[in-house]
């Protein structure tokens, strides 16, 4: 074929195939523009979903700044003092602890007599006449004491961190309420083998604690959630 021949054949191809060709070229320039288009609203989507993770973490944040300042105002205004809270929570953490962790009758004697020792407890204090009395015991002729709360093989342990709330400040005495988790399990576990927690009774104990200025207990007194006066027996 010459060259004079085969323009006009070209010719005559694209005249057959213009709508075609123009269809094709159309759904090109749609195909790029809507890829730029959805590539554009997905980035911008992105950016958005951003925005707003960063604008929730930011309100979060003021939210938390603002309570914590609500709570510290609150506090101030009322003459409390963080320090002296902190060092309240631990006294009362091992109080709690000293009352509330014995496996036999003369450990639970050994924390009352603890309580008297560090805390200053007496006798005659309401906690330890009604919540925490001495332990019934049998004695035999050499001196030696059965207690009752071996012969039914009781233990008790302080479970979870106990929740502690100051209820009142004045003139540098502080008065707490702590309620605390007491898990009471019994020796019958290792005699029949049974398993702890088929053995293990969850106890709540509330309790009002006060201190002086000095970190001295002033004022002790409990009741268990069920409203009962726990006994050791």
């Known amino acids: 074929m010459t060259e004079q021949t085969a323009a006009p054949t070209r010719r005559g191809f694209f005249r057959r195939n213009v709508s075609v060709l123009a269809t094709a070229a159309v759904l090109t320039v749609v195909a790029t523009v809507a890829s730029v288009t959805w590539s554009s609203q997905h980035a ?3 950016e958005q979903e951003a925005q707003v993770n960063d604008a929730e973490g930011h309100l979060a944040g003021i939210q938390k700044r603002n309570a914590e300042q609500v709570n510290a105002d609150v506090m101030a205004a009322l003459g409390v003092s963080r320090n002296r809270l902190s060092a309240d929570s631990e006294r009362i953490r091992s109080l709690l602890s000293m009352a509330f962790t014995w496996d036999s009758g003369q450990s639970y004697e050994a924390a009352r007599e603890g309580l008297k020792s560090r805390f200053g407890l007496i006798e005659s204090d309401m906690f330890l006449r009604s919540f925490m009395p001495s332990s019934r015991f049998n004695e035999d ?9 071996d012969t039914v093989g009781l233990n008790s342990a302080l479970g979870a961190d106990p929740d502690i709330e100051v209820v009142d400040v004045k003139a540098g005495v502080y008065t707490y309420a702590a309620l605390a988790d007491i898990e009471v399990t019994s020796d019958a576990a290792n005699q029949n083998k049974s ?5 293990t009774a969850h106890r709540r104990a509330l309790l009002f604690v006060t201190f002086d200025a ?18 050791s027996g």
């Open 195 to 199: 398993s702890k927690a088929s053995v």
């Open 214 to 231: 000095r970190g001295k207990v002033s004022n002790l007194s409990g009741i268990p959630a069920s409203g009962e006066t726990r006994h």
């Open 141 to 149: 002729s050499q001196g030696r004491r059965y207690y009752y709360i």
């Open 44 to 46: 911008a989507l992105a």
